[in-house]
């Protein structure tokens, strides 16, 4: 495919990948505001709020819009009120009654038959000897007509009516069926009348009864009665619950919504005028509306969300590097970073508001995203850059005042600030201790500018602490799945890679030490090369470390890795360049199967880019010209050329320049003015051939390289004094 038609592609699909980001962050980060603004827990940082009652107002405060609102306190109040002006409703209980009427006319016909039997059922044994001659008597008569009275009047039980009387009702409403059954009526009986008979006061009814009735009775005569009468009788009025939940559910169900009404404009605090307790209450109803979302706000909302995100993904694209290796994946670990963190604000703005507190910009994730972004890619700028996109997203929520977007933009900017990029991940341990003391400091900072309480300091300070903490704890948790997922090279992967175990590196130690010495070398140059010039300088070593791991097929065909005894001097020079130039794919296809990062895949598959194999180029010259009438085969450039890509970026430059100036510098006596020629001469020709075009190493960057070079091949290859033999006098 040509190189243009290529480029395109790549720019088509940068920007469909730059659309499909925006859309996804926009969506997410105009949606906050409104499930938030939907939220009645949400207390809202708006105009209406700040005030409490009894200050002084430093300004005329005005309605934004005509609304009806609903208050819900006071509504729930007139509700409570009209139940509770329901009075317990109590009803006749036929059963109980018709059973009591028939127990007494069982117990005449039972007593004039002698029914020994059915007595002791009515009214038990220690009763049934002592009522059995009532039948001889006018007693029985009296006792009947005192318990039919008993049961017109009514009797209740003494537990309901405390249990009615504990909740502060004097009076109940009494529904009887008992005396007309066709007729319904009711009646309210004051708990303070004398004839409302309960268990407490029947002893005293029927002394007062019996002394009022026309028959002589003896002491014992009135004991008995009084004792029959109190066993037959029982509660024939009875607390009806269901139907007194259904009249006081009717009662609430009937009470009107109260709405407060507002006109826009309408000034609802007066400039130097004491805040009453209601004129609060009405700014705190309009600052918890529901569903209060306008046309024109979300619009807004849009608008800005739009610029800001856009601005952002740009300067995060440019930042990134369009030509780095990891451009789709640093901008899908943006969006699914950006989308944890808007979800986590959202669940705690809903803590955070439950806590009433006068700042509350402390428990605003925005710790998370920009360690991750900076730890991920290594670049502090793509950090910065997230920490902006998600500061403007948070200034738009309805919790957020004038202050939260610098107060987002300052936490996480130094977050950012205080990475130091350490090659253990123990080392987070500290980093997250001076974030913690650092954002600590800036939120008491923040906390004295809003003039807020202190009384809330340490619920404050901890939701920073906890934000801090939680941000590191899911940094340690998904960097890991973030480079296996996307084989990225991060500083604690290329610094696993560089200094721990490998058993690429082993076996090329074994099979091939000549190629082990000569890479350990290389990856000294080329880190201190990175170093100077300001490049990756973790990647530039472990990439000379695994340049050549291809040689580990075929040791004994590189020089460094020979005796004596040159393979090469009994094969052709084509033969020889074969082999030579298959060390690259070989290397590269090792890479692909230890899942190396594909910056250093291809590192080894371009560190000798498109160049000229010299030797065995001039070798070939030599034969060509040796032949007789030099009739052999034309010898082509190319075929004595390897045929890979050359270097698109710095780190793989280097790798280049550092592995063609360690190998020569061997054949030169150490000495820096003859390696400062050798290293010119090297960068010069490589530079002729084309082979750092696309490396963006510029030529200060080639001049500082070829110093570092030399002063790292005089420190390594350094002269010393001999020492005298100790056998000498």
Not at 314 to 338: E, P
Not at 586 to 614: C, F, M
Not at 618 to 640: I, R, W
Request: one cysteine or more; glycine letters at 4%; charged letters at 15%.
């Amino acid at each position: 495919m040509p190189t243009r038609k290529i480029k395109a592609n790549r720019i088509s699909n940068r920007r469909t990948l730059y659309f499909i980001c925006l859309v996804i962050l926009l969506v997410a980060s105009v949606m906050l505001p409104v499930l938030l603004k939907m939220n009645t827990e949400v207390q809202y940082k708006s105009i209406y709020s700040g005030y409490t009652a009894g200050q002084i107002s430093d300004k005329n405060v005005y309605a934004k819009t005509s609304i009806d609102l609903i208050d819900s306190d006071a509504t729930a109040e007139k509700r409570a009120a009209a139940r509770q002006a329901v009075l317990p409703v109590f009803s006749y209980s036929t059963t109980k009654t018709a059973e009591m009427i028939s127990n007494v006319d069982n117990l005449r016909k039972a007593l004039q038959t002698s029914d020994y039997a059915t007595i002791v059922s009515i009214v038990g044994d220690d009763l049934a000897k002592q009522v059995a001659y009532l039948s001889n008597t006018k007693l029985l008569a009296v006792a009947y007509d005192l318990i039919t009275e008993i049961v017109d009047m009514g009797y209740y039980s003494s537990s309901d009516l405390d249990a009615i009387s504990s909740q502060g009702y004097s009076a109940l409403t009494l529904s009887n069926y008992y005396k007309n059954a066709s007729t319904h009526y009711e009646d309210v009986v004051d708990l303070n009348q004398t004839n409302v008979l309960t268990s407490a006061n029947i002893n005293a009814y029927l002394s007062s009864r019996l002394m009022s009735f026309g028959v002589e009775l003896t002491a014992n005569e009135a004991i008995l009665l009084q004792n029959l009468i109190l066993t037959m009788v029982q509660p024939n009025i009875l607390y009806d619950s269901a139907l007194t939940t259904q009249r006081r559910d009717n009662a609430e169900f009937t009470v009107d919504t109260v709405v407060i009404s507002v006109v826009k404009g309408q000034i609802l605090i007066e400039q130097d005028h004491v805040v009453t307790h209601e004129q609060v209450e009405l700014l705190r109803l309009l600052s918890t509306q529901s569903n209060t979302f306008s046309f024109f706000e979300f619009v807004g909302h849009l608008i800005f969300n739009s610029i800001i995100l856009a601005v952002g993904l740009y300067v995060f694209g440019m930042f990134a590097g369009r030509s780095n290796l990891h451009y789709v994946q640093y901008h899908i670990l943006l969006v699914a970073g950006f989308l944890i963190s808007l979800i986590a604000t959202y669940f705690l703005t809903l803590v955070s508001s439950k806590l009433n507190l006068q700042f509350s910009d402390s428990f605003l994730p925005v710790f998370f995203l920009s360690l991750f972004m900076t730890e991920i890619s290594g670049y502090k700028r793509l950090g910065f850059v997230s920490v902006f996109m998600l500061a403007a997203v948070m200034a738009t929520l309805p919790t957020a005042s004038i202050m939260t977007f610098f107060y987002c933009i300052t936490c996480g900017s130094a977050c950012v600030f205080l990475i130091r990029f350490f090659n253990r991940r123990l080392d987070m341990i500290y980093q997250w201790f001076f974030t913690c003391i650092t954002c600590a400091g800036i939120t008491i900072l923040f906390m004295l500018i809003n003039e807020a309480s202190f009384n809330s300091i340490f619920i404050v300070l901890l939701g920073t602490l906890m934000n801090v903490s939680i941000a590191y704890i899911l940094l340690g948790t998904l960097l890991p799945l973030a480079e296996k997922v996307f084989n990225l090279p991060t500083i604690f992967r290329l610094y696993e890679l560089a200094y721990g175990e490998s058993a690429l590196l082993t076996r090329l130690s074994q099979s091939a030490p000549g190629t082990y010495s000569h890479s350990l070398a290389v990856a000294d140059l080329a880190e201190a090369g990175a170093r100077a010039i300001g490049a990756n300088p973790l990647l530039a070593r472990v990439g000379g470390l695994y340049h050549d791991i291809g040689k580990i097929e075929h040791p004994e065909y590189f020089i460094e890795n020979q005796s004596g005894v040159n393979k090469h001097d009994d094969i052709s020079p084509s033969l020889s360049v074969a082999v030579i130039k298959s060390h690259v794919k070989v290397g590269a296809d090792k890479g692909r199967e230890n899942g190396l990062p594909i910056e250093i895949i291809k590192i080894i598959s371009s560190h000798h880019g498109n160049d000229i194999i010299q030797y065995f180029y001039h070798e070939a010259l030599k034969s060509q010209a040796a032949a007789a009438d030099n009739k052999g085969d034309t010898v082509n450039a190319s075929d004595y050329s390897y045929n890979a890509e050359i270097p698109d970026f710095r780190e793989c430059g280097i790798v280049m320049l550092a592995d063609s100036i360690e190998a020569a510098s061997r054949t030169v006596a150490p000495n820096a003015t003859k390696y400062a020629k050798l290293i010119d001469s090297i960068f010069l020709g490589k530079i002729e051939r084309g082979q750092l075009d696309d490396s963006n190493l510029t030529m200060n960057d080639i001049k500082t390289l070829s110093d570092s070079f030399v002063k790292a091949l005089v420190a390594r290859n350094h002269s010393r004094i001999e020492y005298p033999d100790a056998d000498e006098d």
